[in-house]
């Protein structure tokens, strides 16, 4: 019984190693007696990538889908995953980003190369929770990913800070032995002429460079055109008072990376890396509360705001007779240069009037880690992974943290004179464990300890199981606490801004207006991740169905209740809070059909069974009731396939309340009726050489069309009557053409 036991615990280990890699059909049928003769108990890291919650895109599936521009595109056709915007209010609404779970992009943690990409914090946080950015998926060309590893659930809490919703780690092409090189096109033609169009170039070569040193250098150039100023033109919500409703603005990408490794000898190898990216917005005339002057006319088709990323890492892999180890120094600077905009109600997010200057908000990121493998032997074999990391972010932002009190003292902060600069560390130490357990369990068992400079300490403990009930049926789960600390604006008493009573959720006192203040006593947010997932496999057929609940704690937003009222003007004063408590809870699903040799029915869904704030009841971000991403791929010959892929989206139901808590009524409480959009692509390998790829993007041409923010903001301090766009809150573009191509040698 126990050499059953044993081989069995083996095969589970080696069938869920062999998944991140797309081999496990051919290893489950293999012998049992050679799995125990090649297979080693994993780390804990790579078991939890075995996760229900968990789903890898290869570099084959990129390159049968490739994005117009951002990687993002071909994420959110994972279970789980869905693009929004920073929050309810639609404000920054095309500015869509990675939602993992409905827990929102904030809580989205974008890795490279399993190292943490932060460069939107260097954006100005709103009062709603926007920020005017576009995130951080789109700093490496999709042409020069191996894989990208989405990480949802218990699973992600190893990972700290952040990675309350989950992980998107973007896992880069590494060099050979040999010399290689490839160079992409892509372009592609929207039908409707008021959309923008995308070119984009991208190369990479790598390979040894004599002795002991190999080499990676990659690059890229992109360029997608802003939509036309007047797309939503008549699709504005009926009685709408602001200026007409922005479409997407357009991106130029110019991105260079390179990589030296020296390898020291066959168990250790040490890598440099140096990389720079510029992204440029195309502006289409958005602006946060939908207003426009003068400013906003003349800058339309210029760039507004530019990012700049330049990063620098140097990474040691090693192995030893006792284990193995990861660890890496990495330093990155993030300047945020845009036009001066206003900060006090209805101009806030709009450009200053008259020729405003370019502001520069300047982001240093620190981040040091080590982590040790160390298998173990004994009554229960395990590996023990143990680490520590230290990070520490520095923000000076000359414009938000410096804004004169023009509209009343605040008590303790200062009218003039206030730093542009603040700061915060993490120090952090974690352990976890692969275990294996009699009758084909594992058991990895994790805690981290994080003690950040301003909101204290925290214990993420998680408990992630995998038990194989039979050859067919495995059961998985895990639960988790995660995490994110307040943001750089949120805690810092610095920052402020005011609104003249439109943006007040109360205005009493006897006048009108109010200011929203950092506060340096928050708590972290924390959420209590469950999933319990059933996977059946035989053959090439394989389902499974995964239900999960994040139960959300100490959420940050704006606070609804002054702490004070001004010593000058009688104005309110109003902070950064933490609400107690909300909940997400769905189900994820997946099914894969083999319906010939070479043509396969690939199928998963996602269902939010709820997504609440459960103080106020009302959601914590718009997204789908359910989305379905379904697809039927032939590969008619080992040089030529096709993919016809469909995504059915549910109702989205815009938010509930206004900022002032009242019920939304009126357009402001429409939502987005189910819609599906349906594409079309073929790739072709004229040779070893060359590849050819061409598609059709939104088939039968279902387009979407902003309509304003989710509430009305008027001239009148009235929320939830007509004017709101309830979820019509971002443009889905309409039927497009595309052509990429690519060579290597």
């Known amino acids: 019984m126990q050499s059953r036991t044993a081989s069995g615990q083996l095969k589970v ?99 490279i190369d399993g190292k943490p990409v932060t460069s939107r914090n260097a954006v100005r946080f709103g009062w709603r929770g926007e920020r005017d950015s576009r995130g951080d998926s789109n700093w490496v060309p999709a042409e020069q990913i191996e894989r990208i590893e989405v990480i949802r659930g218990p699973a992600a809490a190893r990972y700290g800070n952040g990675a309350a919703g989950g992980v998107v780690n973007i896992v880069t092409k590494k060099a050979g032995k040999e010399l290689h090189g490839q160079v992409s096109v892509y372009a592609n033609a929207p039908e409707h002429s008021d959309e923008g169009a995308t070119r984009r170039l991208n190369f990479g070569f790598s390979g040894p460079l004599g002795g002991d040193f190999s080499f990676r250098i990659m690059g890229n150039y992109n360029r997608t055109e802003e939509d036309d100023r007047y797309i939503n033109d008549g699709h504005q919500a009926p009685g709408f008072t602001g200026s007409l409703p922005a479409g997407r603005e357009g991106v130029t990408n110019r991105d260079v990376a390179a990589q030296l490794s020296w390898h020291a000898s066959p168990d250790h190898r040490l890598d440099l890396d140096l990389g720079y990216s510029r992204q440029g917005n195309l502006y289409a005339g958005d602006t946060q509360n939908v207003n426009s002057n003068p400013v906003v006319v003349r800058m339309l088709g210029d760039e507004t705001n530019i990012v700049r990323r330049t990063n620098y890492a140097l990474t040691h892999a090693g192995k030893y007779d006792f284990g193995s180890s990861t660890s890496y120094l990495q330093y990155t600077e993030t300047d945020n240069k845009r036009i001066q905009e206003g900060l006090a109600g209805g101009t806030e997010g709009i450009f200053l009037s008259g020729n405003p200057p370019f502001m520069t908000n300047e982001l240093r990121d620190i981040t040091v880690h080590s982590e040790w493998n160390l298998p173990l032997r004994g009554a229960l074999d395990q590996v023990l992974t143990i680490g520590a990391e230290w990070v520490r972010q520095e923000l000076r932002d000359p414009t938000s943290n410096t804004q004169a009190t023009t509209f009343g003292t605040i008590p303790g902060v200062g009218s003039t004179g206030r730093s542009a600069e603040s700061s915060a560390e993490i120090a952090s130490v974690f352990a976890e464990s692969n275990i294996e357990l009699p009758y084909d369990t594992v058991l990895t068992p994790g805690i981290r300890f994080d003690k950040h400079s301003r909101s204290g300490e925290n214990w993420s403990p998680s408990l992630n199981l995998m038990h194989m009930v039979n050859d067919r049926i495995t059961v998985k789960g895990g639960i988790a606490r995660a995490y994110k600390a307040p943001n750089l604006y949120q805690s810092n008493g610095d920052y402020l801004l005011f609104s003249s009573g439109n943006g007040c959720p109360t205005v009493g006192n006897g006048t009108t207006g109010c200011y929203l203040i950092g506060n340096p006593d928050l708590d972290a947010e924390t959420s209590v991740n469950k999933e319990l997932g059933i996977e059946y496999k035989v053959g090439r057929f394989a389902a499974g169905v995964t239900w999960f609940r994040n139960d959300y704690r100490d959420k940050i937003q704006a606070g609804t209740t002054p702490v004070g009222v001004t010593t000058t003007g009688n104005r309110s004063i109003y902070q950064w809070v933490n609400v107690p408590e909300a909940v997400v809870q769905g189900l994820e699903g997946s099914l894969k059909v083999p319906l010939a040799a070479r043509l396969e029915w690939l199928t998963n869904f996602t269902y939010m069974i709820e997504s609440k704030n459960k103080t106020t009841g009302d959601y914590l971000s718009i997204i789908p009731e359910y989305t379905v991403n379904t697809s039927l791929d032939w590969r008619a010959s080992d040089a030529f396939g096709l993919l016809l892929a469909v995504t059915f989206y549910g109702e989205q139901k815009p938010m509930k309340l206004d900022y002032k808590g009242d019920k939304v009524t009126g357009t402001s409480a429409d939502g987005v009726d189910p819609y599906a959009v349906v594409s079309l692509s073929g790739d072709y390998a004229v040779s070893k050489h060359l590849k050819l790829v061409a598609g059709i993007n939104n088939l039968f041409d279902q387009r979407k069309f902003r309509a304003g923010n989710a509430v009305s903001v008027s001239s009148t301090p009235v929320y939830g009557t007509s004017g709101g766009a309830g979820a019509a809150t971002y443009n889905e573009p309409g039927r497009t053409f595309y052509v990429a191509v690519t060579t290597s040698f």
């Open 13 to 111: 280990l080696a069938i869920a190693l062999a998944v991140a890699y797309g081999n496990a059909p051919a290893l489950a049928q293999q012998d049992e007696k050679m799995l125990e003769e090649t297979t080693v108990l994993g780390t804990a890291a790579e078991m939890l990538k075995q996760a229900p919650g968990v789903s890898v895109i290869g570099a084959e599936d990129i390159g049968k889908r490739p994005p117009a521009n951002d990687i993002s595109e071909i994420i959110r056709t994972m279970p789980g995953v869905n693009l929004t915007g920073n929050s309810t209010s639609g404000q920054r609404g095309n500015n869509r980003q990675i939602d993992l779970r409905g827990m929102g992009p904030e809580n989205t943690l974008i890795l």
